[in-house]
């Protein structure tokens, strides 16, 4: 198992797609990956699995793109309010 906090901060975006490339390598091997991150273009290119906490609890799992869409991390992490 491989844990990453936050690596894709501060990168260029060739840099970053050079860290995509090497992180599916890495998963192509076998190894799994638990990864903390908030640019989120790196992640959507990178996992099948999306989980997303809020004040320590879980609040969204599953499909990436269908996480990312859900209102309820929209309105927490992108400040989009969710319709009522």
């Known amino acids: 198992m491989l844990l990453l906090d936050e690596v894709a901060g501060g ?3 060739h ?3 050079a860290l995509i ?7 192509q091997s076998g190894v799994s990956i638990v ?3 908030h640019v989120v273009h790196a992640l959507l290119a990178s996992i099948d699995r ?3 906490l809020h004040n320590g609890a879980f609040i969204a799992d ?6 990312i869409k859900s209102p309820q991390v929209a ?3 992108m400040g989009i309010e969710a319709d009522a």
Not at 62 to 67: E, F, S
Request: net charge negative; charged share 30%.
């Open 11 to 13: 990168l260029t975006e």
């Open 15 to 17: 840099e970053c797609q």
């Open 21 to 27: 490339a090497l992180i599916a390598e890495i998963r």
């Open 35 to 37: 990864w903390i991150e």
């Open 50 to 52: 999306l989980l997303v």
């Open 62 to 67: 599953g499909d990436p793109r269908a996480v």
């Open 75 to 77: 309105e927490i992490y």
